[in-house]
């Protein structure tokens, strides 16, 4: 039995909402690239939910859905990257100590 769309999307509304939660409330940077990721995730969500309702026979959602994936990927690998060069001079993740771009 297939699951209306609805559904998916109440699910897609509520990772959205709680990637917005922890991006909003986070001060751990870290947690603010999972946040992220979630966003994402929802949004990938919507994709696959609204091509299969939309055009169940063509792969348009999952086309993009695979090219949000590798944004997503390598958001990661430069968000990590960064989060790793502020790690070595700072001591901390901390989103309130990166202040390197102040004189």
Same mark, same amino acid.
Do not use: H
């Given at each position: 039995?297939?699951?209306?769309?609805?559904?998916?999307?109440?699910?897609?509304?509520?990772?959205?909402?709680?990637?917005?939660?922890?991006?909003? &409330?986070?001060?751990?940077?870290?947690?603010?690239?999972?946040?992220?990721?979630?966003?994402?995730?929802?949004?990938?969500?919507?994709?696959?939910?609204?091509?299969?309702?939309?055009?169940? &026979?063509?792969?348009?959602?999952?086309?993009?859905?695979?090219?949000?994936?590798?944004?997503?990927?390598?958001?990661?690998?430069?968000?990590?990257?960064?989060?790793?060069?502020?790690?070595?001079?700072?001591?901390?993740?901390?989103?309130?100590?990166?202040?390197?771009?102040?004189?």
């Amino acid at each position: 039995m297939e699951l209306q769309l609805q559904y998916y999307l109440l699910i897609a509304a509520a990772i959205f909402c709680i990637g917005i939660y922890g991006l909003i &409330t986070s001060r751990n940077a870290v947690r603010v690239l999972m946040s992220i990721e979630l966003l994402l995730n929802a949004v990938n969500l919507n994709l696959m939910a609204f091509s299969n309702y939309l055009d169940p &026979t063509g792969i348009k959602g999952q086309i993009f859905s695979v090219f949000v994936i590798t944004i997503a990927a390598a958001e990661a690998a430069v968000g990590l990257a960064i989060v790793l060069a502020i790690y070595r001079n700072r001591a901390t993740v901390d989103m309130e100590q990166f202040n390197l771009l102040k004189w």
